[in-house]
């Protein structure tokens, strides 16, 4: 197999690792800086390098691998779908729902395989959960609640593309690392959200920066000693969910708070059971039934942060060879779309996220009034 990566930033090299693991060569790589192509060339032993995205696209490549700033996403994924390749692409799909729905559209015909990177479903211990909830053992899911913490935001702190709303949209922390809660709590739960109630803190919304780096404006500051940011995005949000089945939750999101590295926290409580879970600690799941005490199962051999995007992209790359390797009669890309579910994250799962977020991003806007998704 061979791919091609866009975007050679953070995201880029962390999909070019995981490629590397699984023997998938890299066939060229596209950035906006001709230095920036040809030093992750040189890394990662790339043949092909530049800024113009026709490379991505040429005859001999099989996927299109998208690690470019959520605004340019739709954009990649048509052309790349123009020309016939299959697309992974980093998450959230899009910041417009119309925009998404076309995606998941478009995403469904010609037998393409299309992935979006929810990796946290491929942490050992959440597949076991799924598994736990899927199986009936636990009862009806009741609560779903829990946090995403980071303090990658927390001031000081690098000013990149993040702040930038023609790159990131109008939100931060919901769609950064909100989208990958609102999955797991899904994906786990087997219940999809119905209506939301949101809350946004924006605690810094006037900034200084000063060498690349935030500070927070204190008002006294002396000409020339900096330039002023205005920040509209949220730095920390809070979400009550309702969710199908009856069951409830919610979840606080921060990217501010000092300590938490990457603290996604799940706990689901159902009829039967309990279980709960952190991605700080992510070969241990806790679950308890009334009575029983507590049992923590330890994934001894379990995997990591990057093992998760290589478990991620094994599924994606086996459905890509499956595709390739059946019949190219219509009837028979139809039945296979229409079997059992994919086993990598779909653009039309993906769509969903954006619905939510959006209607997050309504009901903050309407003093956390609940909205319907």
């Known amino acids: 197999m061979r791919a091609a990566i866009i975007g050679g930033g953070f995201a880029g090299n962390i999909h070019a690792e995981a490629l590397s693991s699984l023997g998938v060569q890299i066939a060229a790589v ?149 989208s990958h809660w609102i999955d797991t709590a899904q994906y786990v739960s087997g219940r999809n959200v119905t209506d939301v109630s949101a809350s946004f803190g924006r605690f810094f919304p006037e900034r200084v920066v000063r060498n690349g780096m935030m500070e927070a404006a204190d008002g006294e500051r002396e000409t020339g000693t900096g330039d002023v940011l205005h920040v509209a995005s949220e730095d920390a949000a809070c979400v009550t969910f309702r969710y199908e089945d009856g069951a409830i939750g919610n979840v606080c999101l921060s990217e501010i708070s000092p300590g938490r590295g990457n603290y996604l926290s799940i706990e689901i409580t159902c009829e039967k059971g309990n279980l709960w879970w952190n991605e700080e600690d992510n070969n241990v799941l806790h679950t308890a039934k009334k009575g029983d005490g507590v049992r923590s199962d330890i994934f001894a051999f379990g995997n990591g942060f990057s093992d998760t995007f290589a478990s991620l992209m094994r599924n994606f790359y086996r459905a890509v060879l499956q595709a390739s390797d059946r019949a190219a009669s219509a009837s028979d890309q139809v039945s296979a779309q229409a079997g059992e579910p994919a086993e990598y994250p779909t653009f039309r799962e993906g769509a969903r996220i954006v619905r939510i977020c959006e209607a997050i991003r309504r009901s903050a806007e309407r003093d956390a009034a609940w909205i319907h998704v």
């Not at 393409?112 to 946290?120: E, F, H, K, Q, S």
């Open 30 to 178: 596209v950035t906006t800086k001709e230095d920036t192509a040809e030093s992750f060339a040189k890394k990662w032993n790339v043949p092909v390098w530049g800024t113009d995205p026709a490379l991505a696209f040429a005859d001999g490549i099989d996927a299109v691998h998208i690690c470019t700033p959520p605004t340019s996403h739709g954009h990649y994924v048509l052309e790349a779908l123009k020309a016939g390749k299959h697309v992974f692409c980093e998450k959230p799909l899009s910041f417009d729902q119309d925009e998404a729905e076309k995606l998941a559209a478009v995403s469904e015909t010609g037998g393409r395989i299309c992935a979006l990177t929810y990796n946290v479903r491929y942490h050992m211990a959440v597949q076991k959960a799924r598994e736990l909830i899927r199986s009936g053992r636990f009862g009806r899911p009741l609560l779903i609640h829990g946090s995403y913490l980071q303090e990658f935001h927390a001031l000081p702190a690098p000013y990149d593309w993040r702040y930038d709303p023609s790159l990131s949209g109008s939100m931060r922390a919901v769609t950064e690392i909100g």
